[in-house]
């Protein structure tokens, strides 16, 4: 399976990789309710990880690996965000995402992970 990224906006004009993700690790990802739950959060709009883990209702260990795990699939990427105080934290944003699942003998569909 391949998850193909495109840009949403002028920020992100090199994001055109091919992120390869197998239907099973995609299944595993998002077969998991907090998983799912981070990740709709963060389609709303980026978020820091204690904005992430309030918005999403678990805790911050909870939303921080979760996170972690969708960096790491390549779905999620970070950004580093300059409070008024001066100090930085990261920010969460989802990457532009259409995957396509095709389970054989032509049968096929296309889903929208974030717009």
Same mark, same amino acid.
Do not use: W
């Given at each position: 399976?391949?998850? %193909? #990224?495109?840009? +949403?906006? +002028?920020? =992100?004009?090199?994001?055109?990789?091919?992120?390869?993700?197998?239907? *099973?690790?995609?299944?595993?990802?998002?077969?998991?309710? $907090?998983? @799912?739950?981070? $990740?709709?959060?963060?389609?709303? =709009? #980026? @978020?820091?990880?204690?904005?992430?883990?309030?918005?999403?209702?678990?805790?911050?260990?909870?939303? $921080?690996?979760? !996170? %972690?795990? !969708?960096? /790491?699939?390549?779905?999620? @990427?970070?950004?580093?965000?300059?409070?008024? /105080?001066?100090?930085? +934290?990261?920010?969460? @944003?989802?990457? /532009? *995402?259409?995957?396509?699942?095709?389970?054989?003998?032509?049968?096929?569909?296309?889903?929208?992970?974030? /717009?």
């Amino acid at each position: 399976m391949s998850v %193909n #990224p495109t840009p +949403k906006s +002028k920020r =992100q004009p090199d994001r055109t990789e091919d992120i390869d993700l197998s239907a *099973t690790e995609l299944f595993e990802l998002f077969g998991d309710e $907090y998983t @799912r739950r981070v $990740y709709e959060t963060i389609t709303d =709009q #980026p @978020r820091s990880g204690r904005a992430v883990a309030d918005a999403a209702g678990v805790s911050r260990a909870t939303a $921080y690996r979760r !996170l %972690n795990d !969708l960096r /790491d699939a390549g779905l999620v @990427r970070t950004e580093m965000m300059i409070c008024e /105080d001066g100090h930085h +934290k990261e920010r969460f @944003r989802s990457v /532009d *995402t259409s995957i396509s699942v095709s389970l054989g003998d032509g049968i096929g569909a296309m889903v929208d992970v974030a /717009d």
